[in-house]
């Protein structure tokens, strides 16, 4: 085994002690059930830690991430983790986070090429096309950022357009889309005001949160 890997494993010792000192029982109480209020779509980009961000502990937060925190409708990975959430878990809250900076966003804006994720961006692609004639009106070193808000956004609306949800929401079920950017630059959280709790409520959120964004680059370009 290498010196990088052993190093890991003596972290996680380390680690494994001190949370057993701070919390007797922790990993018992684990074991019993997981109880998250929240899941959290994410970037699987390693600077976005998503338990840290928020300083919850496990168990407290139902995590997916993949590349550019996408939401698509005939991924069965992303979708199976939103029903078990959901149907399962029982959490009230699912938040879609991007992040400044976004590889795959940048990829998406640039046309660059990257490999087989090519096709996986292709669907970032899509809401750059749908919103490149706003998006041609910003400064170049703005575009890509706007493009991970407005990919929130966008992905944010999958969610709450995916049958898991519009079917908890049919029965009662308490269940809140939101749609957040995180900093890479100053470590802070965002709300792009894309908060969603009911079928009613779908177009007039992603239309607010589309008028955030947009209001927020169109004044860095004066």
Not at 29 to 55: H, K, M
Not at 199 to 221: F, K, Q, S, T, W
Request: with cysteine; net charge negative.
């Amino acid at each position: 085994m290498t010196k990088q890997l052993t190093e890991l494993l003596e972290n996680n010792l380390t680690w494994a002690k001190k949370m057993e000192s701070q919390r007797p029982g922790f990993f018992t109480n684990l074991l019993a059930l997981q109880t998250p209020q929240y899941l959290w779509i994410g970037c699987a980009d390693s600077r976005v830690p998503a338990n840290e961000l928020v300083d919850l502990l496990p168990g407290e937060l139902f995590v997916h991430r993949n590349v550019a925190n996408l939401v698509v409708h005939s991924d069965l990975n992303c979708l199976s983790v939103i029903e078990f959430a959901t149907d399962v878990l029982k959490v009230k809250h699912i938040i879609v986070v991007g992040h400044s900076n976004c590889g795959g966003v940048a990829a998406a804006m640039n046309d660059r090429r990257v490999g087989l994720a090519d096709n996986w961006i292709r669907h970032v692609k899509d809401v750059r096309s749908r919103h490149s004639a706003w998006l041609d009106t910003l400064k170049l070193e703005h575009r890509v950022n706007a493009l991970c808000e407005l990919n929130v956004v966008e992905q944010a609306l999958n969610v709450c357009q995916t049958t898991i949800v519009e079917d908890a929401w049919q029965r009662g079920q308490e269940v809140v889309v939101h749609g957040w950017v995180y900093g890479l630059d100053n470590g802070l959280l965002k709300d792009l005001s894309m908060t969603v709790a009911s079928i009613d409520e779908v177009i007039p959120a992603y239309d607010r949160a589309m008028g955030v964004v947009r209001a927020r680059y169109e004044a860095l370009r004066a």
